[in-house]
């Protein structure tokens, strides 16, 4: 997955940290180079890929605000010639999953009848004629949001269409099997994109058909942790005040003093091994942070 190394940071939009990879200036001059000659005047190159900027960055708010919507954490969003990563967390609940992942693509139907509606406007007042640049614009404009809707709908993990299906899967078959069918359904779509890229001679596609690969494994093994993890007997008592989970018995978390194993929960966050007084927990469900007395359970009402 991209991550900041090798970014800029360009702004702050709604809480949320933008970060442009540098390769992104690079591809932006091969693109806008390859392009020239599409229009009367290299400005509009220019803004095409601006536009793409523009599309991908709206795409990605949108995953961010719906995680933010359901009480997740999503404060980090970079943004590379690939496209872009939106980094959340939404509570381990397969409906908010399924929003935070849907709203991206609901951007792009939004984008995709304002667009229409442009298009429709330019050619009934007649740009053909008075703006040729401006209608070709709006019309490249308008088939790269398509391409990436449906590209991003695609049932292919990590696609958003392939973390959709999962989310769905996950209503039926649990956290764990669901994520180990979609990136086995994943797999299946790699092999297809490889034989576009050949097919094609796509250096590109042959590209994203690597990236998606490697996250189709590690999104298995993430399958396979939680199948192990979801087997653990849990400690009653307890539970996580982001996903409600009980945590499991055993020493399954690192004291960052002494590096050393123990149970956080039998000892109240104290290390036994070197003393270390720990504020928060970490829940080995969801990944948020919590302090231990957050996560005892009140003992019932007397009757």
Same mark, same amino acid.
């Given at each position: 997955?991209?991550?900041?190394?090798?970014?800029?940071?360009?702004?702050?939009?709604?809480?949320?940290?933008?970060?442009?990879?540098?390769?992104?200036?690079?591809?932006?001059?091969?693109?806008?180079?390859?392009?020239?000659? !599409?229009?009367?005047?290299?400005?509009?190159? *220019?803004?095409?890929?601006?536009?793409?900027? *523009?599309?991908?960055?709206?795409?990605?708010?949108?995953?961010?605000?719906?995680?933010? !919507?359901?009480?997740?954490?999503?404060?980090?969003?970079?943004?590379?010639?690939?496209?872009?990563?939106?980094?959340?967390?939404?509570?381990?609940?397969?409906?908010?999953?399924?929003? !935070?992942?849907?709203?991206?693509?609901?951007? =792009?139907?939004?984008?995709?009848? *304002?667009?229409?509606?442009?298009?429709?406007?330019?050619?009934?007042?007649?740009?053909?004629?008075?703006?040729?640049?401006?209608?070709?614009?709006?019309?490249?404009?308008?088939?790269?949001?398509?391409?990436?809707?449906?590209?991003?709908?695609?049932?292919?993990? /990590?696609?958003?269409?392939?973390?959709?299906?999962?989310?769905?899967?996950?209503?039926?078959?649990?956290?764990?099997?669901?994520?180990?069918?979609?990136?086995?359904?994943?797999?299946?779509?790699?092999?297809?994109?490889?034989?576009?890229?050949?097919?094609?001679?796509?250096?590109?596609?042959?590209?994203?058909?690597?990236?998606?690969?490697? =996250?189709?494994?590690?999104?298995?093994?993430?399958?396979?942790?939680?199948?192990?993890?979801?087997?653990? /007997?849990?400690?009653?008592?307890?539970?996580?005040?982001?996903?409600?989970?009980?945590?499991?018995?055993?020493?399954?978390?690192?004291? !960052?003093?002494?590096?050393?194993?123990?149970?956080?929960?039998?000892?109240?966050?104290?290390?036994?091994?070197?003393?270390?007084?720990?504020?928060?927990?970490?829940?080995?469900?969801?990944?948020?942070?919590? /302090?231990?007395?957050?996560?005892?359970?009140?003992?019932? /009402?007397?009757?």
């Amino acid at each position: 997955m991209p991550t900041r190394q090798g970014s800029i940071h360009l702004f702050r939009l709604a809480g949320v940290d933008l970060y442009l990879h540098w390769s992104w200036f690079v591809v932006a001059m091969i693109e806008i180079s390859q392009r020239r000659g !599409s229009y009367q005047s290299l400005t509009f190159n *220019v803004l095409e890929y601006l536009a793409l900027f *523009v599309i991908v960055l709206l795409h990605e708010m949108g995953h961010s605000l719906a995680c933010r !919507s359901v009480g997740g954490k999503a404060d980090e969003i970079v943004l590379w010639p690939l496209g872009g990563v939106a980094y959340v967390a939404p509570p381990q609940r397969p409906g908010a999953t399924l929003w !935070s992942i849907a709203a991206g693509p609901l951007v =792009n139907v939004v984008l995709f009848f *304002v667009l229409l509606g442009l298009l429709i406007l330019g050619r009934t007042v007649g740009w053909a004629e008075t703006e040729p640049d401006l209608l070709l614009f709006l019309r490249a404009v308008y088939y790269v949001n398509f391409g990436l809707l449906v590209f991003n709908l695609l049932p292919i993990y /990590p696609l958003d269409g392939g973390q959709v299906l999962r989310s769905l899967l996950w209503f039926v078959l649990g956290r764990a099997r669901s994520l180990m069918a979609a990136s086995i359904i994943g797999f299946a779509g790699v092999a297809g994109l490889f034989l576009a890229a050949w097919w094609l001679q796509s250096l590109w596609i042959g590209i994203i058909a690597l990236f998606i690969l490697s =996250n189709c494994w590690r999104g298995l093994q993430h399958a396979r942790l939680l199948a192990r993890a979801d087997r653990l /007997p849990r400690r009653d008592g307890f539970k996580c005040p982001g996903c409600h989970a009980s945590p499991p018995i055993g020493t399954w978390w690192a004291c !960052s003093q002494c590096r050393k194993p123990f149970d956080p929960f039998e000892t109240l966050a104290v290390c036994p091994h070197c003393g270390a007084q720990f504020e928060t927990t970490r829940c080995l469900d969801c990944g948020e942070t919590h /302090p231990v007395s957050t996560w005892l359970i009140p003992p019932p /009402p007397a009757a």
